[in-house]
């Protein structure tokens, strides 16, 4: 089945710094690539996503971009926020498949 | 709109008891999954539904675990007998299309 990884696991950065965060895949069948933010005590808040037909996808300070031949996608974050302080999760799944592969996360905190 | 709910947002229950955890997902939305979130770890895929039909149950850890969905709306998520390493936060997503899954704010279950 698929395994996704998550780097870092913990990621601490000064307020107005750049934040990435990688993950690798390894079935060569996922296609599509969501990003979720998890506060505490909250369920996980999709954020961004992006399917294999694209190589990027920006949205406002958030952007992910994804290597196919490498099978690996990253998120990027700018001018982070202390809001922005959460767990990031990556995940993969195909179009043929319902679950969500998940990474084990990344803590996040944005410090002033 | 409303979000995913679910119900209740906490559970404390003795092992060896049972439990219902319930899940309203988002109002149009056909499909509906349930993931496991243990402390410190990323989202475990239990069971997803399409419709009233749960065509992939692969994720469930055991024969205690059962869902069920009625009226392509509710569903019903109940662990038989639980034991200490059921404690975990539950989720439930929904979703219009394969994929794009939108989260509750999961149901705490703790197992003493």
């Known amino acids: 089945g698929e395994n996704v990884e998550q780097h870092p696991s913990t990621l601490s950065v000064q307020e107005g710094d750049s934040a990435v965060i990688k993950c690798t895949y390894s079935d060569s069948a996922s296609n599509y690539f969501p990003w979720y933010k998890q506060e505490l005590g909250k369920g996980p808040q999709l954020i961004i996503d992006i399917r294999s037909n694209v190589g990027e996808k920006k949205d406002q300070r958030i952007a992910v971009t994804l290597n196919k031949t490498a099978k690996h996608f990253s998120l990027h974050i700018t001018e982070t926020q202390p809001e922005d302080s959460a767990v990031y999760f990556c995940a993969a799944s195909t179009n043929s498949g319902y679950a969500l592969n998940f990474g084990k996360g990344t803590s996040l905190l944005v410090t002033p | 709109g409303a979000g995913v709910s679910q119900s209740p947002s906490n559970k404390v229950t003795e092992k060896g008891k049972d439990v219902e955890l319930r899940c309203d997902p988002i109002?149009?939305?056909?499909?509906l999954y349930w993931y496991r979130q243990s402390l410190g770890q990323g989202l475990e895929f239990l069971i997803y539904f399409q419709g009233n039909s749960a065509p992939d149950k692969s994720g469930l850890p055991s024969d205690r675990f059962s869902a069920e969905r009625t009226g392509g709306s509710v569903s019903t998520l109940t662990i038989q007998r639980t034991q200490q390493e059921d404690s975990a936060v539950y989720l439930c997503?929904?979703?219009?299309?394969?994929?794009?899954?939108?989260f509750g704010p999961g149901t705490r279950l703790t197992v003493l």
């Open positions: 997503a929904s979703s219009r299309e394969i994929n794009e899954q939108f």
């Open positions: 109002s149009g939305h056909t499909a």
